[in-house]
């Protein structure tokens, strides 16, 4: 049985999904989103009319890969270099904000929920994990 998400190339996936999530009611992109930026280490804010269904397409992609996410890994996986003038760059973050929203609303959607206990984690939220519908969903995107 062959897996679109792991056959196809990775950005031809990722703008077919995209468009898939266009039509799913739940990832609606926030008004703010035109004014910020998506990290410290960005100097313009965001240009492409698309990103926010894009970055979508990107975090499940992700959470769907590596089984268990939170968000500190997803801010450190879109981080980038900050430009500090004559000093040498620096690696930042990305903000968490918009990766956060982005999972409430694939949690709204039914693709994701918080995964509930992990062998060797204490009584912290070990982060996301797709669903039976949520891998469903990427699986179906040719």
């Known amino acids: 049985m062959e897996n679109p998400v792991y056959e196809l190339n990775a950005q031809e996936y990722n703008t077919k999904l995209a468009e898939a999530l266009k039509n799913v009611p739940e990832f609606k992109e926030p008004d703010w989103i ?14 492409d ?7 979508a397409a990107s975090i499940l992609r992700q959470v769907y890969k590596k089984q268990i996410v939170g968000v500190s890994r997803l801010r450190t996986r879109y981080g980038g270099r900050k430009s500090r ?21 694939s949690d709204a959607a039914g693709f994701t929920e918080i995964a509930k206990t992990v062998r060797g984690v204490k009584s912290r939220k070990p982060g996301r994990q797709m669903t039976e519908k949520g891998k469903r969903f990427l699986e179906e995107i040719k």
Do not use: T
């Not at 698309?50 to 970055?55: A, E, L, M, V």
């Open 85 to 105: 003038g004559y000093k040498p760059e620096e690696f930042r973050k990305s903000g968490g904000k918009i990766i956060r929203l982005i999972l409430q609303q």
């Open 34 to 47: 035109k004014f910020v930026k998506s990290g410290a280490a960005k100097q313009r804010p965001i240009e």
């Open 49 to 55: 009319l698309d990103f926010w269904h894009r970055r």
